[in-house]
C-alpha cells in the first residue's frame, strides 16, 4: 500500500509506503521506489530534501543522512512533556514547518481537559533555530512556501504567517472553521471549511488568495478538502461524489483538480488508466504534475500523473 504525499518541480515524490507499524518513508524517482526510512515523509524541496518523521520525532532526510530537528522546548512552570513531533513542510531553502505535540504530565484544577496541546514550530536550516508560532488548533497542519510564508491553524484562525505578521484567512459567508492544508510560491492558500446549515452543511475546499476566499464546491456530494496548489493557482484535492442513494447525500470519494473555477474528476482525465480509481490528489507541482493515491483493481497504490499535451 503507498500514499504519495508530496511532489517537487523536478517530478521526484515523497510519501509512505507499507501498513502500520511497518510504515516506511519513501520517496519516487522516475516511479522507482526508495525507503528512505521508517516513519513518514510529508513534503520534499527541489533539492530533494524530504521532511517528515520517525518513531515521533521531526526529521529531515537528505543524500542518505537522517537529520534529527527535535522538539519545541518545554516551558517553564508549565505541566506539559513532549508526546511528538513531525516536520509537514520544507522550502528550497531548507527551512521547516511542523507540530510538537504536547501532553498534560498532570491534570491542573480548573484546567481545559485537552489530552494534546499541539504547537506550531518552525526550523530556520540557516540558523539552525526552533521558533515556537503558537497554538497550532485542531488541524495539525502546517505548509510553507519558498518564501517562508506559512500557512497553519493558529489559535483558533487559519492563517498566514510572515515573518512574525499573522493574517487570518476569513470565510465567505455560509462558512466557519477555516483550515490550511498548503500554500504555493505566490502565497495563495487552500484548505477545507465548514458549510453551515442554509450551504447545506458537510465540508467545501477553498482557495485563498490576495486576501479573498473562494468555494470551490465538491464533485457532487456534500464534502471536499484541498491539499495542494501551485503559482498558477491550479487546486488538487479530494471530494465525494454525487451518491447514487436516496438515503446517503455522499457518493465514493475522487481526486480532483480545480482550475480555471471549475473542479474536474481526475478520473475523467486520465488515459491508459484500466482498473484504477484515484481517491485523493494529495500535491501538484509548477509544471502541473500530480501526485496522491487510490486503487489499481480494489488495492491501494500511490499514482503520479503528469499532463499530456493535446495533438494538433
Known amino acids: 500500500m503507498g500514499q504519495a504525499l508530496a511532489i517537487n518541480d523536478g517530478g521526484m515524490v515523497a510519501g509512505t509506503q507499507g501498513r502500520y507499524p511497518g510504515v516506511k518513508a519513501t520517496v519516487w524517482k522516475k516511479g522507482v521506489p526508495k525507503n528512505v526510512g521508517p516513519g513518514y515523509a510529508y ?35 508549565v505541566p506539559l512533556k513532549v508526546y511528538d513531533s513531525l516536520a509537514c513542510g520544507i522550502n528550497n531553502q531548507g527551512d521547516v514547518v511542523g507540530i510538537t505535540d504536547f501532553v498534560p504530565t498532570r491534570q491542573v484544577k480548573g484546567g481545559s481537559g485537552k489530552s494534546f496541546f499541539p504547537h506550531v514550530f518552525l526550523y530556520t536550516h540557516g540558523q539552525k533555530q526552533m521558533i515556537d508560532l503558537g497554538d497550532a488548533g485542531v488541524s495539525g497542519t502546517a505548509a510553507i512556501n519558498s518564501s517562508g510564508q506559512i500557512a497553519c491553524e493558529l489559535g483558533d484562525s487559519a492563517s498566514l504567517w510572515t515573518a512574525g505578521s499573522q493574517m487570518p484567512i476569513a470565510p465567505p459567508s455560509g462558512f466557519y472553521n477555516v483550515s490550511a492544508e498548503g500554500i504555493s510560491d505566490n502565497s495563495s492558500i487552500v484548505g477545507s471549511m465548514t ?3 442554509s450551504s447545506g452543511g458537510g465540508s467545501h475546499a477553498f482557495i485563498w488568495s490576495r486576501g479573498y476566499t473562494l468555494d470551490i464546491g465538491t464533485l457532487g456530494g456534500r464534502n471536499s478538502v484541498a491539499f495542494g496548489v501551485n503559482a498558477i493557482n491550479q487546486v488538487v484535492g479530494t471530494a465525494s461524489t454525487r451518491s447514487a442513494l436516496a438515503k446517503s447525500p455522499d457518493g465514493p470519494q475522487h481526486a480532483f483538480l480545480w482550475q480555471h473555477g471549475r473542479m474536474t474528476d481526475l478520473n475523467s482525465l486520465t488515459t491508459g488508466a484500466s482498473g484504477w480509481v484515484l481517491e485523493s490528489a494529495n500535491a501538484i507541482n509548477n509544471f502541473g504534475q500530480i501526485a496522491g493515491h487510490g486503487t489499481l483493481n480494489g488495492e491501494g497504490h500511490a499514482f503520479l500523473l503528469t499532463p499530456v499535451k493535446p495533438n494538433h
Do not use: D, E, Y
Open 43 to 77: 513534503s520534499i524541496s527541489n533539492k530533494g530534501q524530504i521532511a517528515g518523521c520517525t518513531n515521533g520525532h521531526a526529521v529531515v532526510w537528505f543524500s542518505g543522512k537522517v537529520i534529527n530537528i527535535g522538539a519545541l522546548p518545554v516551558m517553564q512552570n
Open 195 to 197: 458549510a453551515s446549515a
